[in-house]
């Protein structure tokens, strides 16, 4: 069976097209076109779909999914296995929702810790039995230079380059380069060595545009055999909506 996931993100959409697990068909938009997603259905033959979408309402594109495919609305109460102890079930956004399933099916029975540097930088822990208490939100990177440049008078609005290092702070720009990236590097070790304290032997599991940010600084460090980088995580975690609701 062969099958469409779409995430819809506060800055740009991703496509997938699957069969069973193996990953067919990736692509990044800024927008999604019915016309393109014609061709797709068309071209790989897809039967089933299903939409994580974060951001405004997409009627037209799931009446276009309803007419062309097998669609699954895909909700927070879609669950394979979850217990879901977060308070506020309704706000939690289905892209970590869907990130906490693809762990919980892909890696059964270990403790994974889900770090996604998108738009924002969200912390999920999902215990090795499946029971789901809640995580954290955080600014991302480009997200936190917007603010500096919005609340302030005189700072300029840095465009991060996103292959840059952490440099020294000798003039203005580079001081708020510095003083975010180095926040955001603090940020991330806390988190990790407090769930490393907690499971020693837990998998961190990383996601989103900006994580080539915290490889880089963790290439050396004694997490660095437990970091694993699946840029389809979402996807991947919509794709075990699909396999659970058609076993």
């Not at 990953?23 to 779909?49: C, D, F, G, Q, T």
Request: with cysteine.
């Amino acid at each position: 069976m062969r099958n469409l996931a779409i995430d819809i993100g506060n800055t740009n959409s991703k496509l997938a097209v699957f069969e069973g697990r193996t990953l067919l068909y990736h692509e990044v938009v800024s927008s999604i076109a019915l016309e393109h997603l014609s061709r797709l259905i068309a071209e790989y033959r897809i039967e089933s779909a299903i939409l994580s979408n974060v951001n405004r309402s997409q009627d037209a594109l799931v009446s276009f999914l309803k007419a062309n495919t097998r669609y699954i609305p895909f909700s927070v109460e879609k669950n394979t296995g979850i217990q879901n102890e977060y308070k506020s079930a309704d706000t939690l956004g289905l892209d970590r929702w869907a990130k906490l399933i693809a762990v919980h099916q892909l890696y059964a029975g270990e403790a994974c810790f889900i770090i996604d540097m998108g738009t924002c930088i969200t912390y999920d822990y999902l215990p090795a039995e499946g029971r789901y208490s809640g995580g954290s939100i955080s600014l991302g990177i480009q997200m936190r230079f917007n603010a500096l440049a919005h609340y302030t008078g005189k700072l300029p609005l840095i465009k991060w380059n996103k292959d840059d290092v952490i440099p020294l702070g000798t003039d203005t720009q580079t001081a708020l380069i510095s003083g975010v990236l180095q926040g955001v590097a603090s940020e991330l070790e806390g988190f990790i060595t407090q769930k490393y304290k907690d499971n020693s032997t837990l998998k961190i599991m990383v996601t989103g545009g900006d994580a080539g940010f915290l490889l880089g600084q963790f290439k050396n460090s004694i997490f660095a055999p437990q970091i694993i980088h699946d840029p389809y995580l979402v996807l991947k975690g919509l794709n075990e909506v699909i396999a659970f609701e058609y076993v």
